[in-house]
Each structure stands twice: as structure tokens, then as C-alpha cells.
């Protein structure tokens, strides 16, 4: 524990260098600002800007991209509450409740509760990303290529069970993603594969491209700008103060919130989205007047913010320790250390502990920003969703393209992105979840690769995996969810993911 | 099938020592097998007829202009590029007035030019007309 005090305390001698909470304040404020603006989210606001950090070092590209990460699950609520439109998925659930709460004249209310409950989660996560992550990071030390190729293997697995779309449906997007990460060279071969002679594709498709076409793009196609017209509900100041029954009323949900964020955020899969349906759900179960929820709850608030950024931190978790990482998110931030020579995983704490301290210490003072920017800027938030969608999405467009000719100066990235927007729309027509599909882009070259290194380990026998012990210990839970899901299938009962997903449709 | 139609000369290897073929291959087998599961199971999903296409001419007519500036990002350059762009979706898409539009378009460009040349120093495209 004394050592890590003692890490703790370097990481704040870096984070509070002035330069760094610079860079931690421009990330809190665009990360609010991707939250606040529907039709953008944090993979696409990360994955835009990731080109700007590269004259950065990586402890300031890391510290501004993590900030626009949970930044975003602070703004995402603002929209929610003022307008009934989720800023980004994780708030779909705060527009039922939050927005009730402000036809009732309590936007301010549901603003400060969802505010406090994310800086309040946030923290929490922190300071278990703390705790956690480090001995984690020591045990996976231990880790060869079979308890790679396992844990990659479950992290697919737990993708599939933990999400809100079929088990199939996810696998197939999953796989669909394994596909597109096949496509350049072979590194163990040499082989050139589906690159079509064209060059850019000898080192496979970025997932820069990929994730913006999908998550910005996409977006952006199935949303006319005659669908996004709403009243922007305006809270004044003197309002913004919850009253003591509501302070009562929020305590115990963000409580739960804040704890089952963390620990569904460091499953692999969309955590910081399943997370606030799983609290909402909960919160409406444990409530003694569930006949409120859909009519202003403040619990219906409190928890699933609370949870959805406590979520958000726990996906550090992974991605820091293990180097693997649990949503499309923490793979575009994984690439972003990548790109600084700064390999994330279990060597990361010894060999950058600036980075990685620095980095958890960043995040107790970006919850701080957060709190501090958030109330006192919601007007100039308010004015911002005035701006007609009209003419915000050109300029989502042109950063998209900005953001994806950049990182590599290739043209051939910009279309792979446009390919991939109109990939994304016609998915999303179909209720098929992208997420898998860019988590599966960015593990294949490590599952392949550790795949093979595991069977020249034990030359070409597969028993490796089932005679080492985790490996075989990872392998039997992801045999277990397979079976649980098929089990569910087969007496054709609706499972808790189909019936939060119905719950949620009918709200 | 398209994938193993044009995976022909990559090599398989074994499956105790697998080629740079191996792995698409397999996947795109699993892919077929989710499919065919997704087939089987369609009647539990709501049909296609009930997939809202309203958005359809939004989408079509954004893809075609945003291919349009991507082929001619690199001849015209970032300014023209990305003033032409945003323009054309305004009154193309969206019916709004030319001279608003253009000057919105101006202004927008000159704002990203000035966030990521200048203050961001982020090398923009020059194009053919060298600014």
C-alpha cells in the first residue's frame, strides 16, 4: 500500500504540472463538448483528434485523450436531461427520468445529481483503478502466449454475453472484425493479404478509419437533420441546487451505481452503455415506488450516470494491466499509446510508471474539472444545442475527414472510412452493434499472433491451452458463458440482456 | 465466399502450424455459421419490411458529396476541399440559403485551418493551387 502512496504521489508530481492540466482541461472540455452534441460520440471525438496528440508526448496524449473519454459521459447527460436526446449512448437511460425531471422544472436538480454521481462514481473508479490495477499488472506478468490467446478469446466471449444485441448477431460482428484485421502483410510469413496492390493496405486497416466511419459517419447518415428538433429545456442558475429529499433520494443510487459500473466496466464489451441500463434496471427493482420511474425519478438519474462513469474508468483497468482492451474506446486509446512507443499492458507500470501514474492521477483532477466546468458552464451548453443540427454536421464531416486523412496522410484511409459509414448505417438498420466489430479489429493481429506463438511453443500440440492453469481457467469461463447462452437459447426464455433491451425499447 | 475465392494463393498450413490462410479462412467460416444461425432464427426478429428507410436520400446524397471532396481532397487541397464540402451539404442537402451557406463554409473552413495548420501545426493538404 506504502508503495503505492508512493506511485500515487509521482503520478500527481506529473499531473499537476501546469502543462499537463492543460492538457487534461482541453480534454475535459471537448470530451463534454462530444458529449453534449448528438451525433458524436467519444470513440469518433477521440479517434478524430488522436492526430493532433502526435506532437505531443504520451503521458499529455494519453491524459487529453482519457479526459475527452470520461469528459463525454459527463456532457452525454446534459443533452439527455435539456433535450430527450442521448448525447451518446451511455445516456440513453438518463433522458427517461432526467428529462421528466425537467418538464417538472427540475433540470437544474437532475444537472447537479448527474454531475455530482459522475464525479462521485468517477473518483471511485480512480481510486479502485488504483488498487486494482498494479497487482494485476504484476500477476499477468506471468502471462505467455496461450493465457493471451485465452484471455483474448474470453474477452470475445464476455463481448458477446455482456451485450444488448443477440450472442450471434455480436459474434458475427466480432468475427467480421477478426476478418478486416487479417488484411496486410503476415508478419510471420510475409504473405501479403487482400491488399490489392494497394500500399496503404500492406499495414492492414487502421482503426482510425474504421471507428469514425462506423461510430461518426454512421451517425451522421441515419440522422436528418428533421429528426433532431427538439426544445431545449433552459435551467436557471438558482435552480441548480438539489433539494434535501432529492439529496436523500440520490445517495443510495449512486452508491450501487458507482460499484456496478466499475465491475461491469472492466468486462470486456460496451461498459460504460450496459452499465446504465443494468442500473437503471436495478434501481427500478430495489426502488419502494417503481411506479415513478419514467416520471421523474431521481434514482433513474443517479444511478445509471453514476454508472456509467465509474464504467468508463473500470475499462482502464484491462487496458492498463493487461493490454487488452474491453470496448472500441479503450482500442482506440491503446493505439494512441502505441503510437507514442509506449506499449500498454503488464510491463507498462515498471517500464513508464510516469505515464501510468501520471496518467490515474490525471483522472482524480479531471473528475474535479469536470464537476467545476459542468454546472457553471451548462448555459453555454444550453446554447450550443441551439446551434440546428443542420449546420453542425457538416462540420462533424469535415473533422471526420480532417481527423482521418492525418494520421496517416492517406487518402485511401478517408475512403476506407466512408466505406465504412455506409457500413455502419446499413448495420444499424439491421440492430446489428459495431462495437465487436472494431474490438475484433484491434485484437486480431494479437489473438493471431499469440494463437501461433502459443502452437510453435508446443509444437503444434493444442493441449497448451488445457494444461496451463489460467489458461485453462480462461478457457473454462468462456465455455461456460457459450454453454449459459445456449442453454438461454434453446428453452427459448428471454434472457436479462433481451429483456433489458425490451424494458428499454418500451421506455 | 468472396473471401475464399480470393484467398486461393494464401497458404492454409496445418492446423498445428498455421499459414498466413489460416485465420481468414476460419473466420470467415465462423462468419458463415453465425449467419446461417442469424437465417435460422429470423422469424424471432421483426420483419424486414418494418426497417425504416425514410433517411435513405439524407444518406445517399451526404456519401455521394463526401466522395466526392475525398477524390478531390488531394488535388484542390484543404481550403477549396473542404469549403466546396460543407457548402454543397448545406444547400444540397439541407435547402439552405446559397449565400449563408457560403459564407458559413468560409468561415468554418478558415476556423479548421487556423485550429489544425496553425495553432495545432498539423500539416493540411496543399493541393495542386499550393494553398
Known amino acids: ?75 452525454g447527460s446534459t443533452t439527455s436531461i435539456l433535450l430527450r436526446i442521448p448525447g451518446e449512448a451511455a445516456s440513453v437511460m438518463t433522458c427517461i427520468d432526467g428529462n421528466a425531471m425537467a418538464r417538472k422544472g427540475r433540470a437544474g436538480a437532475a444537472l447537479c445529481i448527474a454531475a455530482v454521481g459522475s464525479f462521485i462514481a468517477g473518483t471511485f473508479g480512480v481510486l479502485m483503478l488504483t488498487v486494482v490495477a498494479p497487482p494485476l499488472a504484476l500477476f499477468a506478468l506471468g502471462f505467455g502466449p496461450p493465457e493471451y490467446t485465452a484471455l483474448l478469446v474470453l474477452g ?19 468475427a467480421f472484425g477478426l476478418l478486416l484485421g487479417t488484411i496486410g502483410i503476415d508478419v510471420m510469413t510475409g504473405h501479403f493479404r487482400y491488399s490489392f496492390n494497394i500500399p496503404e493496405l500492406g499495414d492492414g486497416i487502421g482503426i482510425v478509419p474504421v471507428a469514425v466511419g462506423l461510430f461518426g459517419l454512421g451517425e451522421i447518415l441515419s440522422t436528418p437533420s428533421r429528426q433532431v428538433t427538439g426544445e431545449v429545456i433552459r435551467p436557471k442558475l438558482r ?7 432529492e439529496w436523500r433520494q440520490s445517495g443510495w443510487p449512486i452508491a450501487r451505481g458507482s460499484v456496478l459500473g466499475f465491475l461491469i466496466g472492466i468486462i470486456p464489451g460496451s461498459a460504460h452503455i450496459i452499465s446504465s441500463f443494468m442500473s437503471y434496471a436495478l434501481e427500478r427493482r430495489v426502488a419502494k415506488r417503481p411506479e415513478e420511474f419514467g416520471h421523474g425519478a431521481v434514482a433513474g438519474v443517479a444511478g445509471p ?19 487488452i482492451p ?39 483532477v479531471g473528475n474535479l474539472m469536470l464537476l467545476a466546468l459542468n454546472l457553471p458552464l451548462v448555459g453555454l451548453f444550453v446554447n450550443l444545442l441551439r446551434i440546428p443540427y443542420a449546420y453542425l454536421y457538416p462540420l462533424i464531416i469535415m473533422f471526420c475527414v480532417i481527423g482521418v486523412y492525418e ?61 496451463r492453469p489460467v489458461a485453462l481457467v480462461l478457457l473454462g469461463i468462456s465455455a461456460a458463458l457459450l454453454a449459459l447462452s445456449a442453454m438461454g437459447y434453446l428453452s427459448r426464455r428471454r434472457d436479462w440482456r433481451a429483456k433489458l433491451a425490451a424494458e428499454a425499447g418500451k421506455e | 465466399m468472396v ?18 490462410g489460416m485465420m481468414p479462412k476460419v473466420v470467415t467460416a465462423l462468419m458463415m455459421l453465425f449467419a446461417g444461425l442469424i437465417v435460422v432464427g429470423a422469424r424471432e426478429s421483426p420483419p424486414l419490411s418494418t426497417v425504416d428507410w425514410s433517411d435513405r436520400n439524407h444518406m445517399a446524397l451526404v456519401v455521394v458529396i463526401t466522395a466526392a471532396a475525398v477524390a478531390l481532397y488531394q488535388p484542390l487541397g484543404f481550403l477549396i476541399t473542404m469549403a466546396l464540402l460543407v457548402f454543397c451539404l448545406l444547400v444540397i442537402v439541407e435547402r ?19 485550429l489544425f495548420g496553425k495553432a495545432l501545426k498539423s500539416p493540411l493538404e496543399r493541393g495542386l493551387l499550393w494553398f
Not at chain 1, 4 to 30: E, H, K, N, R
Not at chain 1, 157 to 165: D, E, G, K, R, V
Not at chain 2, 96 to 114: D, K, P, Q, S, V
Open chain 1, 1 to 75: 500500500m506504502g508503495e503505492t502512496l508512493q506511485s500515487l504521489a509521482l503520478g500527481f508530481s506529473v499531473a499537476l504540472q501546469p502543462s499537463m492540466l492543460w492538457y487534461a482541461l482541453i480534454g475535459c472540455l471537448v470530451g463534454t463538448l462530444v458529449g453534449v452534441l448528438p451525433g458524436i460520440g467519444p470513440l469518433a471525438g477521440i479517434s478524430i483528434l488522436l492526430p493532433i496528440t502526435y506532437g505531443l508526448d504520451a503521458t499529455r496524449a494519453i491524459i487529453m485523450l482519457a479526459g475527452i473519454y470520461y469528459g463525454s459521459q459527463y456532457g
Open chain 1, 156 to 174: 470475445l466471449i464476455f463481448l458477446a454475453y455482456m451485450s444488448t444485441s443477440s450472442l450471434v448477431r455480436t459474434l458475427l460482428m466480432a
Open chain 1, 239 to 245: 435552480e441548480l441546487w438539489p433539494n434535501r429529499t
Open chain 1, 305 to 323: 450516470e453514476s454508472a456509467n462513469n465509474a464504467a468508463s474508468t473500470g475499462a482502464f483497468v484491462p487496458m492498463l494491466a493487461l493490454g
Open chain 1, 326 to 364: 474491453t470496448g472500441p474506446v479503450t482500442a482506440v486509446l491503446m493505439a494512441a499509446l502505441l503510437i507514442h512507443g509506449v506499449p500498454p499492458g503488464p510491463t507498462l507500470v515498471n517500464d513508464h510508471p510516469q505515464v501510468f501514474w501520471g496518467f490515474v492521477a490525471s483522472m482524480y
Open chain 1, 407 to 467: 494520421v496517416n496522410h492517406s487518402v485511401v484511409d478517408v475512403w476506407i472510412m466512408l466505406i465504412m459509414g455506409v457500413i455502419g448505417y446499413g448495420l444499424k438498420k439491421f440492430s446489428f452493434d459495431p462495437a465487436p466489430l472494431v474490438l475484433g479489429l484491434v485484437i486480431a493481429p494479437i489473438f493471431e499472433m499469440s494463437l501461433r506463438q502459443a502452437l510453435i511453443m508446443s509444437d503444434g500440440t493444442w493441449m497448451i491451452f488445457l494444461q
Open chain 2, 3 to 20: 473471401v475464399f475465392a480470393i484467398s486461393g494463393e494464401l497458404p492454409f498450413g496445418t492446423f498445428s502450424a498455421p499459414s498466413a
Open chain 2, 96 to 114: 439552405r440559403n446559397a449565400l449563408i451557406a457560403a459564407a458559413y463554409g468560409i468561415g468554418l473552413t478558415l476556423f479548421a485551418y487556423w
